[in-house]
């Protein structure tokens, strides 16, 4: 049977946002300490996080810890319906773009490619225990990975959310791009996705 995507977002979703503050704020202590153990985490180059909305697992401890080769980045909406990014650190400026998200004020043409990052933190709506990431549904960062599809090579790709979000299983759709890995605030899960490729990971735990 095919699963009603749009059902099962709004039902996550929910999920998410009832998260009490204390949950909230312990599991992206917890989130930030799994990613930086990750064993294909870049000690150089660009990291691309997101704006946390919506109830999406914070990255604000992540960004404030990273190790000193690493320059934090955040998405912008670029034209083709494609995204971009900018590095960006507490205090620069930021606008709203069309979706009320917050944005580093720079002209996105030009922003950094995907192909130009060295690894990239992607918000989710749900998981499964594959690495099977369900995304918002507007297929941004389908689009902007794509070539992730077709080649083994950074940037790596990892999917950020609360243990909360986790389902039994999701249906791969033909655009869908995998992340090497899914972390929590309280496991790590390698994808297990077909053509996967060989980079270490570690159990959930």
Do not use: K
């Not at 204390?22 to 992206?28: D, G, N, V, W």
């Not at 153990?37 to 000690?43: H, I, N, S």
């Not at 979706?99 to 996105?108: D, K, L, S």
Request: glycine letters at 10%; a negative charge; aromatic letters at 8%.
């Amino acid at each position: 049977m095919t699963q009603d995507r749009a059902t099962l977002r709004r039902e996550l979703r929910e999920r998410r946002r009832a998260l009490p503050p204390a949950t909230r704020i312990a599991a992206a202590e917890a989130l930030a300490q799994r990613i930086l153990a990750l064993p294909f985490l870049p000690t150089s180059g660009y990291v691309a996080g997101y704006w946390a909305m919506d109830g999406e697992i914070g990255l604000h401890v992540l960004q404030m810890r990273l190790p000193p080769g690493l320059v934090w980045c955040l998405p912008l909406l670029h034209e083709g319906d494609h995204l971009r990014f900018a590095p960006w650190r507490a205090g620069d400026a930021l606008v709203t773009n069309r979706f009320g998200i917050p944005e580093p004020a720079v002209e996105p043409s030009s922003g950094l490619r995907a192909e130009d990052l060295a690894l990239a933190v992607m918000p989710l709506v749900g998981f499964d225990d594959a690495g099977r990431r369900l995304g918002m549904g507007g297929g941004w960062y389908d689009r902007s990975f794509a070539f992730r599809r077709d080649r083994a090579a950074p940037p790596w790709l990892v999917g950020a959310g609360f243990a909360a979000q986790r389902v039994p299983a999701l249906e791969a759709a033909a655009w869908d791009v995998a992340p090497d890995a899914i972390c929590t605030e309280d496991a790590t899960f390698p994808s297990l996705h077909d053509g996967a490729h060989d980079a270490p990971g570690t159990a959930p735990a």
